[in-house]
Each structure stands twice: as C-alpha cells, then as structure tokens.
C-alpha cells in the first residue's frame, strides 16, 4: 500500500500548489462623485445596476455626495437600501479631486471604477475596462476620441495646458484622458499613501505608473443640467497642475533674469567708456522710464510665480484633512481584510 499513498501525497500538494480560483471572489467598486446631481443620479443608478449585474463580479456603487444642495443625496439614500448601494455624504463641497479621494478612501473593491454622475462617462466602457482588468491591467484609462464638442478656445487652452506640464516632467500626462478609469487596488492604495494636500488628480495617476491601458470613447453630452467646469475653474486647475507637477516657471524666473542683467551690464559698461571717450552726454530720462517699467513688471510677474508656489507650500504645511464625512448610508462590499 505504500505506493498508494504515496501518490496520494503527490495528489494533494498539486491541488494546494495550484492559485486558488479567485476571479468569481474579485470585487468591484464604482465610485461617483456628485454636485447636485440629482436628476442624472436617477438614471445612473438603475443603469450601472444592471451593467454591473450583467459582469459577474461582486460589486459595490459609492456615491459621494459633494456637498450638494439639491436633492441628490435623497436619491443616493434610496438606492442604499439596496445591497451594494453606498453614500459617502461631505460636509460642503470640497470640490471634484477631494470627493474622488473620498470614494477612493471608501472603495473596497480589488479594482475601482471612477465615473461621472452625469453619465458622460457611459457605463457601458466599464466591461471592457474589467476585461483589460483580467487580463492583466493595473489601469484602464478612457482617452477621449475626439475633442469636437467643445469650443476652439477650451481646445486650445486644452493643448497649451498639456504643453506646459510634459515640457519638463518626468512621467508625462497622457493627453485626453480623465478621470475615467478603473484602478487595481494596488494603484489605488499608491495613490491614497500620497501624502499631498493639492491633489492634482491627473498628475498623481500618471506618476504612481503601472501597467497601464488606454481604450478610446467618445464621451456623451451632459444628460441634465451643466458642467461646473468653467473657463475660470479649468484655468485654476491648469494652474494647480502646473504648479505642483513642475519647477520650470522658477527656472524660467532665472533666465529671464540672467537674460536681461547681462545685456543691461554691457549697457552700463558702454555707457561710461563713451562718456569718457567722445565725452557724449547720458541720453534722456525716457529710456529709464520704460526700461524701469519693464523690469518692474518682469519683477512682479517672478514674485507671482515664487508666491503660487510659497502658496501651495502653505497649504501643504496647513495639513487639513482633503474632506470631512457629515454621514455614510448603506452597504457595499465587505470591510477589506488586507
Ligand atoms: N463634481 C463634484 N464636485 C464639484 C464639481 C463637480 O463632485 O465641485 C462632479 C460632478 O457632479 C460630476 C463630475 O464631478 O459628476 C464632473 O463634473 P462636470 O460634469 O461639471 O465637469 P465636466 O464634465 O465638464 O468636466
Ligand atoms: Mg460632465
């Protein structure tokens, strides 16, 4: 009989040595972030429900509330009644980057899906986002096909913005990709171990890398009410992501400096050496006030710069938490076991 158990031996270990079936057990979390989005919130819901349903993975919704003033989180409380439905409710509105940390702090899932409430981010992309997912994706990212629907000045200044930060960083923003994407929770827990306050949530994605996929859409109009993304809110952004992505402005500083001082210097030089020389007199005032114009403007642009970094440094060393939760209703998925 010896053999035979042998063998049996053998048998066991193969099937211990073999990766335990974990796909039917992976989890999903969608993450939504809302200001007064009530209306689009109704139609969202029921649809992601079904889709997620149709998926096959255990899955959880987070609405997080940002601080809205209609109804929205009403709409979110009914659906909480719902297995798998969840309300992440902030105090006030600590505007978009701050409520997607809030559902990425509340998110559970092996892989997180952020999606906008106004269904513009259509639901239907997150099946292939999962399949990318299984088949090895650390992130999937949705790059938008085309940039028709807007305004040749957004477009612009879109182009101008990506310029300005790839000129001089390390770990390039992919253009036309937002925040449309679904996460492994390994980049997810990188990107909430980030210590910053000013969370330029492009940026970060790009620089906790991974392996990462891009699929193509097409995003759908707004389907009630309106972007609350302006010229002047996308201006700050651009601002926001310039300043804490690079240093090339205070470089820029110092050149413009050097530039100038080297050339006024041979000025100088020139100047005198002609006095003593053909004993020619200093020529008019009207030189100096231009030149002191110039240099006094080139000089409060540069103390700007410095100040829109001292500033962010500010509120970096302030370090107020990036939101405060006023209530959470509902169940989603299990509390992780990590
Ligand atoms: N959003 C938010 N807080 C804000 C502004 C917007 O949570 O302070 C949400 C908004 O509800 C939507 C998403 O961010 O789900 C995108 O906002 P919006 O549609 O206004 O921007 P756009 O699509 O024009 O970039
Ligand atoms: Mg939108």
């Not at 979390?29 to 200001?35: A, D, E, K, L, N």
């Not at 079904?50 to 979110?76: C, F, K, N, P």
Request: aromatic share 8%; glycine share 8%.
């Amino acid at each position: 009989h010896a053999p035979v158990a042998h063998l049996k031996v053998v048998e066991t270990d193969e099937v211990v040595a073999q990766p335990p079936v974990q796909l039917a057990a992976a989890a999903l979390s969608c993450v939504i972030p809302c200001f007064n989005e009530a209306a689009n919130l109704r139609l969202l819901l029921p649809l992601l429900e079904q889709l997620l349903q149709g998926i096959g993975l255990r899955w959880e919704v987070i609405v997080v509330d940002d601080g809205s003033s209609d109804d929205t989180s009403d709409v979110a409380r009914t659906w909480c009644q719902l297995a798998g439905f969840r309300l992440v409710r902030l105090s006030r509105n600590f505007g978009k980057e701050a409520a997607l940390s809030a559902g990425l702090k509340a998110a559970r899932g092996d892989a997180v899906v952020l999606l906008d409430g106004d269904l513009q981010h259509s639901p239907q992309l997150i099946g292939k986002m999962v399949e990318q997912w299984r088949s090895g994706a650390e992130v999937v990212y949705a790059v938008r096909e085309n940039r028709a629907d807007e305004g040749a000045l957004k477009r612009v200044g879109t182009r101008l913005f990506y310029r300005a930060v790839n000129i001089s960083s390390r770990t390039p923003l992919p253009e036309d990709a937002g925040d449309f994407r679904l996460m492994d929770r390994k980049v997810v827990d990188a990107l909430l171990a980030l210590p910053e306050r000013n969370r330029f949530m492009k940026g970060l994605y790009a620089w906790v890398g991974f392996k990462t996929v891009a699929l193509p859409y097409t995003p759908a109009p707004r389907a009630e009410g309106q972007s609350r993304f302006g010229a002047l809110r996308l201006l700050n952004l651009a601002l926001d992501g310039i300043t804490s992505f690079t240093t090339w402005p205070l470089r820029l500083i110092s050149v413009i400096g050097l530039l100038l001082a080297v050339p006024a210097l041979g000025y100088g030089v020139f100047l005198v050496l002609s006095h003593f020389i053909s004993g020619s007199d200093v020529p008019g005032w009207s030189t100096i006030v231009v030149s002191l114009m110039f240099f006094m403007g080139i000089q409060l642009v540069s103390v700007g710069i410095v100040g829109e970094y001292v500033g962010r440094i500010f509120e970096e060393v302030k370090a107020r938490p990036l939101f405060l939760v006023r209530e959470e209703h509902g169940h989603g998925l299990a509390e992780r076991t990590p």
